[in-house]
C-alpha cells in the first residue's frame, strides 16, 4: 500500500532508529489520549508475525499488545500448535488505544500503518496473520470478508497471509471458537512446510 512509504527511513533500517521514530508518535489524534504506546512483542526473527486492530484497554496501560482477557485467549491459540509468544511477533495496525476501544478510523490507520510496515520489514516473517476484519482490510483487500474468508491463504507483498478471527470476537462469540481451531491447524501446516 502506497500509504507505507511515508514512513520509510532515509537509509536502512534497524529497530533502534525505528523504536526512536516511533517512540513519541503523535500523528493521529489517538496519540493525545493513550497512556503508553503500544509497539509490539516477540521474537524479531519470528517466521510468523500476528498482526491485530489496536490496543485496548489493559494494552493501553501496560503498554503491550494482546494481554488483557483476549490476549489470554491468544495464549491458548497459540499453545494449540504448540507455539508460544515468544516465538511469533504480535504487533496492532494502530499502536494508541482507540477510544471505547472503537475501530481505528481510516485516517488513523493511514497515519499508523507505517511503522508497521517497518516492522514487517525488520522482523520479515515468512507468514503473516491478520486477527479481525479491520486488519484483514488493511493488508489484505478492502472488502475482505472475515466470516466467509477467515483461514484462507492470501499473498500480501510476497508473503503468506491469512485471517483469522479477532480473539476478542471468539470472548464475545464462543460459537466462533470450533471455526479458528480449524485456523489454526492451517496455520501449523503451512508453518510445517516450510521446514519440509
Ligand atoms: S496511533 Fe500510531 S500514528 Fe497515531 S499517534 Fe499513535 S503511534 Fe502515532
Avoid at 485496548?56 to 508460544?84: C, N, R, S, T, Y
Avoid at 471505547?100 to 507505517?114: K, M, T
Wanted: net charge negative; hydrophobic share 40%.
Amino acid at each position: 500500500m502506497d500509504f507505507f512509504k511515508e514512513n520509510a527511513p532515509a537509509g536502512p533500517d534497524s529497530w533502534e532508529k525505528l523504536l526512536a521514530d516511533c517512540g513519541g508518535c503523535m500523528k493521529c489524534e489517538l496519540g493525545r489520549t493513550r497512556h503508553n504506546l503500544v509497539f509490539g512483542v516477540g521474537s524479531r526473527t519470528a517466521d510468523v508475525m500476528f498482526i491485530g486492530e489496536g490496543p485496548g484497554e489493559q494494552e493501553d496501560l501496560k503498554g503491550e499488545p494482546f494481554v488483557g482477557p483476549a490476549g489470554k485467549l491468544l495464549d491458548v491459540m497459540l499453545e494449540l500448535i504448540g507455539l508460544d509468544r515468544t516465538q511469533v511477533y504480535i504487533a496492532n495496525i494502530v499502536k494508541c488505544r482507540p477510544p471505547r476501544n472503537r475501530d481505528p478510523l481510516p485516517d488513523e490507520q493511514a497515519a499508523c500503518i507505517g511503522w508497521l510496515e517497518r516492522q514487517i520489514d525488520l522482523v520479515q516473517p515468512k507468514i503473516l496473520v491478520f486477527l479481525g476484519r479491520i486488519a484483514a482490510m488493511a493488508f489484505i483487500k478492502p472488502d475482505f470478508r472475515i466470516t466467509k474468508e477467515h483461514g484462507q491463504w492470501f499473498d500480501v507483498q510476497g508473503r503468506r497471509a491469512m485471517a483469522m478471527y479477532h480473539p476478542s470476537a471468539l470472548l464475545r462469540d464462543p460459537s466462533k471458537r470450533p471455526e479458528t481451531f480449524v485456523d489454526m491447524k492451517t496455520l501449523r501446516q503451512e508453518i510445517d512446510s516450510l521446514y519440509d
